[in-house]
């Protein structure tokens, strides 16, 4: 590897250990074994590489979200037993990925402390919504259009937010996939009604 990914790499183990806000470019030169000078010339900054960091931890958890990924995909797309496969999919994926989502919720309470931070994870929302619509409907990312990921992917994304708050706060009282699924089966069909 070179010094780019050698910072990435120290980077997110700092991340994990120590968070955003206690990480310091010396501790990421020191675990990643480079230079100061490296962390500006790859990356800018060392907040871009923490976000960048970030993104990539986040991105890690995210491939595991699929349920297809070990052959266990079996549901249609758009059915809700296709959403009730993919939630449980994601909701296996929390106990390994605890101190992700903890780091997640770190940054969402920043503030304005982290002002490039944040306009940097804004970005990578977009990112996010447009992930997780294909685990859903089955249409290949680039083929979504942007309507689709800005309804669609919000709302999915806010599921997935509200979700490992609940899974995140208390395991044992956190909603399942089977609840969720219930939950929308219940609201189709009072839509149906009216």
């Given at each position: ?33 480079t ?33 297809g990924?070990d052959?266990?995909?079996?549901q ?13 999919g994601i ?7 605890r ?22 994870l ?16 089955g249409?290949?990312?680039?083929a ?13 994304q806010?599921l ?30 009072q839509?149906?009604?009216?």
């Amino acid at each position: 590897m070179g010094h780019r990914e050698d910072l990435l790499e120290g980077a997110k183990r700092c991340l994990l250990d120590k968070g955003f806000l206690r990480t310091t470019a010396r501790d990421i030169v020191k675990e990643s074994g480079t230079n100061l000078a490296s962390i500006g010339y790859h990356y800018g900054s060392k907040d871009a590489l923490l976000v960048q960091a970030y993104v990539s931890l986040i991105e890690g958890v995210g491939e595991r979200f699929d349920p297809g990924l070990d052959g266990e995909m079996t549901q249609p797309p758009g059915s809700l037993e296709r959403f009730r496969e993919v939630w449980a999919g994601i909701i296996r994926t929390v106990p390994e990925s605890r101190a992700i989502w903890l780091l997640s919720f770190e940054l969402m309470f920043q503030d304005d402390r982290l002002e490039e931070v944040r306009k940097l994870l804004a970005e990578a929302q977009k990112e996010g919504r447009a992930g997780l619509v294909p685990l859903f409907n089955g249409v290949p990312e680039p083929a979504l259009d942007e309507e689709t990921i800005d309804t669609e992917g919000r709302l999915y994304q806010t599921l997935l937010n509200g979700l490992m708050v609940q899974w995140l706060f208390d395991p044992g009282t956190a909603t399942t996939a089977e609840q969720l699924t219930e939950g929308l089966r219940r609201v189709i069909r009072q839509a149906a009604r009216s």
